[in-house]
């Protein structure tokens, strides 16, 4: 199994690729990568951080990529710079996804009710565009109330309605952290059409680059020949122990989850 992760290079915080190559090459997957951009730190929460968009340099890539007739049986994206790179991904997963090839779109933009630094409403709407070409989309409550176009933040009844207006857009919208008292669940509508809430307890706080290790670790386990529901379920166990273990041995939460130590526990799961 072959899978192109396009995302962002955030050299320190572990999130995007530096997340991703390692799941995936942990669940024995190939994870081939197109960095969108290298920052010296995701945007959660530092100041001064650099930015290096290197939306220039892709069309060489693809060029080159053309030459070797690679195709890839997952394209699963991330953090895009702009909305230029948004279309480059459109057109990449029309000329590189294998036949039956799987595209999952994790639409990073926003959390906590807001839109990232540097995100507008116009990248929203060209991120929905993005979204219709999908098999499944990993929305946030944030990203999925952008989407969907109904107000933040989401409670277990108004998560029906945002997920019934997100499958116009996408045949399978996966909603995550979704918190509600002392839960938070993964939201998702299953096979006959019912929607299906998977919980956990909450860990106060928040964790920067868990949606990342989540989004890795579904698309590992699909890669994996794991169906929907079962994916969903071993990807937020994961992310759920990334968190939990995070919340006491990892003082500064900017520096990401401690999901390192929780691979091997994942791999096993997986592999049962
Ligand atoms: O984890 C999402 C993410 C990815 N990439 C960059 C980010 C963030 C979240 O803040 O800033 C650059």
Redesign the pocket.
Known sequence: MRVLAI??I?CV?K??LSVTLPILSACGVTCDVLPT?I?S?????FEG?T?HDLTGEIPAVLKHWQSLNLKFDFIYS??LGNIEQIEMVRQIKRSFLSQNGVFVVDP?MG?SGKL??GFTPDYVAKMCELCHEADYILPNVTEACYLADIPYPLNKNTVQIALNKLRTICRRPIVTGLTENNTVSVCFVNENGEVQTYEHENVAGFF?????VFASAFVGCLAKGKNEQTAVQLASDFTTAAICRSATEVADKRYGLNFETEIFSFLKNINK
């Open positions: 995302n962002d955030s915080g999130c995007s951009a920052l730190t995701h945007t959660g929460g951080y930015f991330g953090y990073v959390d990232y630094a920067c680059g868990a949606g990342d």
